[in-house]
T-cell receptor, first 108, second 110 residues
């Protein structure tokens, strides 16, 4: 079993839809949780960074962490074609571990 | 504030050669990590340096090595290149748990 599980998709939604991306993990020592967005041929860009369980909102993006269930989510409201990218979850204690990434396409 | 800078952006090498990649972290960041990204394996951790010392190492053969200088800049070296080393090599600089990536160096081994 991988330490971090993420459905690679691909996920295709119409413009304006709410997108839900999820990761589960097995190592309860992870303390920091991140979501990255990666466009084709670019490096990952940090979108959201959270430390504790609960929700964190930034514009159209909401990150949710449930440490008791070892489950994190990223919600994108009013999705736009420019949101089309691969989304990677990541978590950190001493070492950072990444999910496989979910490829998202938002169709106009 | 300048981001993470990786050079070169693209490289083509032949099997058996060696290659050196460079990473300049965000000013003030002392931790630099290297990752290999391939379509099949995703992002895989290579090693992390902090204050010129290797702090963590992933599961890669000894052909992959790195170092960090006193100004926190880091280099990664791959010797005796194999076709399977073709990948996007990413560097990330970290502070307080947050990691910021460079644009990567795309290495093609032919």
């Amino acid at each position: 079993q991988k330490e971090v599980e993420q459905d690679p998709g691909p996920l295709s939604v119409p413009e304006g839809a709410i997108v839900s991306l999820n990761c589960t993990y097995s190592n309860s020592a992870f303390q920091y949780f991140m979501w990255y967005r990666q466009y084709s041929r670019k490096g990952p860009e940090l979108l959201m960074y959270t430390y504790s369980s609960g929700n964190k909102e930034d514009g159209r993006f909401t990150a949710q962490v449930d440490k008791s269930s070892k489950y994190i989510s990223l919600f994108i409201r009013d999705s736009q074609p420019s949101d089309s990218a691969t989304y990677l979850c990541a978590m950190n204690n001493n070492d950072m571990r990444f999910g496989a990434g979910t490829r998202l396409t938002v169709k106009p | 504030k300048a981001g993470v800078t990786q050079t070169p952006r693209y490289l083509i090498k032949t099997r058996g050669q060696q290659v050196t990649l460079s990473c300049s972290p965000i000013s003030g960041h002392r931790s630099v990590s290297w990752y290999q990204q391939t379509p099949g394996q995703g992002l895989q951790f290579l090693f992390e340096y902090f204050s010129e010392t290797q702090r963590n190492k992933g599961n890669f053969p000894g052909r992959f090595s790195g170092r960090q200088f006193s100004n926190s800049r880091s280099e990664m070296n791959v010797s005796t290149l194999e076709l399977g080393d073709s990948a996007l090599y990413l560097c990330a600089s970290s502070s307080d748990g947050e990691a910021f990536f460079g644009q990567g160096t795309r290495l093609t081994v032919v």
